[in-house]
């Protein structure tokens, strides 16, 4: 009867550690690509909060809300049932039970999504229920987001905050909208340099590094190299927990 319960004690030992991990930065760093793979690679949850705020947005949007009065925001940001699938080898979000994973990603919530998350009742129903995945996660999860480390999650094992040039972003950004909707390479670096303003000035939770973050430039890195640089961030604080 011994063998049993020594396999189960030496599983106990080997089993990997359950981490959270907090990646942060702004938009066209490579955030999304490299937390689904990392997750998809070590076997962790993955939550994509930029796609709750724009689901929350897109809610706003189809019920004739005015975002650009935070108030009627306000009153109506706790109204919307997001649903996040946290498999990062495919994530789903739902809104009232709807697929809401591809009216999001219109031109029309990109330019709305700011002002909707910059009110504070919407970012603290959305953080409340980001909390709640990240805690109910068994293995570990990866956050990607803007305020995961600063606000979300203080607490987070492990925070790393993705940085790359405006040009790099702009880039890499135009080449995931090619053959979506039209755009060219300064409106789009343009747009990126007006959100990087608008969220790293907000008053409620802004787009910022943690103190403790770890900082991974990107802009001469393939996304490969990227993903590599993370899991190795990663794979190191499991082997201290």
């Known amino acids: 009867m011994s063998a049993p319960v020594e396999t189960a004690a030496t599983d106990a030992r080997t089993a990997p550690a359950a981490v959270i991990v907090a990646i942060d930065g702004p938009a066209g760093t490579g955030k999304s690509s490299t937390s689904r793979s990392v997750a998809t690679q070590l076997g962790l949850s993955y939550l994509d909060t930029g796609a709750q705020y724009r689901a929350i947005t897109w809610w706003m949007i189809s019920n004739g809300i005015d975002v650009q009065d935070a108030s009627a925001v306000a009153t109506a940001a706790d109204k919307p049932v997001i649903v996040s699938g946290t498999d990062a080898a495919n994530p789903t979000i739902t809104v009232d039970g709807v697929d809401a994973s591809g009216p999001i990603r219109t031109q029309e ?20 229920l980001q909390r ?110």
Do not use: Y
């Open 109 to 128: 919530v990109t330019a709305k999504v700011s002002a909707v998350s910059a009110v504070p009742e919407v970012r603290t129903v959305i953080t409340e």
């Open 132 to 241: 709640a995945i990240a805690a109910g996660a068994p293995n570990g999860i990866v956050v990607e987001g803007r305020d995961i480390g600063t606000t979300v999650l203080p607490d987070a094992d492990l925070k790393i905050f993705l940085t790359a040039s405006p040009e790099a972003r702009a880039a890499r950004r135009s080449g995931e909208l090619k053959g979506k909707e039209s755009t060219d390479l300064a409106a789009t670096r343009e747009a990126l340099i007006k959100r990087d303003a608008i969220d790293s000035g907000r008053k409620t939770s802004p787009l910022a590094k943690a103190a403790d973050a770890v900082e991974v430039d990107t802009t001469d890195l393939t996304l490969q190299q990227v993903i590599e640089c993370v899991v190795t961030l990663v794979e190191e604080k499991r082997a201290t927990q």
